[in-house]
C-alpha cells in the first residue's frame, strides 16, 4: 500500500504504547497490472477498520518496498487480515504481484516521534 | 541507515519469533552533508552487535525513509541504542539531517516469508 497524498510527507506520530505494527518488507515482480488501483482500494478499505492507527510506506526505485500499519490491538489486525476483499488482493499478490515479501507482526513497547523545532530567528541582516 | 549492496534486493526472511523490531520511519532536511558516511559506517557497526539479525531499508526519492532493524533480543536492541558512536550520530541526526522520524520498538509474535516459486516449464514453442 502506498501513501497517495498530497500532503507534505511526515512519519506517522506514534501512538501511546502498547499498539500493534505490521510490517511488509517486499520485492515486486515485473506483472504490476492492477497493482495500483488494489493498493488504492486497500487503503481506502483499511480506513474503515476499527483499531486502524495509520500506515507508513516508502519504495526503493527498483528495489524494496516497506509498509508499515499502525493497529490498536491484535483484534484489529486480525479484522484486517481477514477482510474478504483483502484476502483476493493478498492472493493475486502472490500469484502475479509479488517476487518476496516478508511479513511482520509485533506489539510496541516503546515508541517516540521527533520533529525538528523551527530554526531560531537571527538578527536582521543589513 | 541504507542497503548499500550489489547484490539482488530481498526482504530479511522472517527470523524464528519472538524477536524485535526497531522501525523508524524519517523525513530528511535538505542538510545531508557527512550523512552517507556515517549511515555505511552504522551498517558496518551494528553487524558487531551481538544478537543482531538484519536489516532492511526504503527510501522514497524525496519522501519517506524506513528503515526496519532485527534483533534477538531487548538486551542486543540496548547494546545498539547506547553504542557510543551511535549516540553521536543519532545527535547529529537530530542536528543535522532530519526533519521528524519516529521510532517504534516492538516485539515480534508472528511472521512469515513468502519466496515466488520458479514459474512451470510449459510445453516446449514450435
Chains 1, 2 share one sequence.
Do not use: N
Amino acid at each position: 500500500m502506498s501513501a497517495h497524498s498530497s500532503e507534505p510527507v511526515a512519519p506517522v506520530e506514534a501512538p501511546e504504547p502498547p499498539y500493534y505494527v505490521a510490517v511488509f518488507t517486499v520485492v515486486r515482480t515485473p506483472s504490476q497490472d492492477g497493482y495500483g488501483e488494489t493498493d488504492a482500494r486497500m487503503e481506502e478499505l483499511v480506513k474503515g477498520i476499527p483499531g486502524y492507527l495509520g500506515m507508513d510506506h516508502a519504495q526503493t526505485p527498483g528495489g524494496l518496498g516497506i509498509t508499515v500499519g499502525y493497529f490498536r490491538d491484535a483484534d484489529a489486525l486480525t479484522a484486517w487480515r481477514t477482510h474478504a476483499e483483502h484476502r483476493e488482493a493478498q492472493e493475486r499478490g502472490r500469484a502475479e504481484w509479488y517476487e518476496s515479501y516478508t511479513l511482520h507482526v509485533a506489539k510496541v513497547e516503546r515508541s517516540h516521534t521527533f520533529v525538528r523545532p523551527p530554526a531560531p530567528q537571527g538578527p536582521t541582516a543589513g
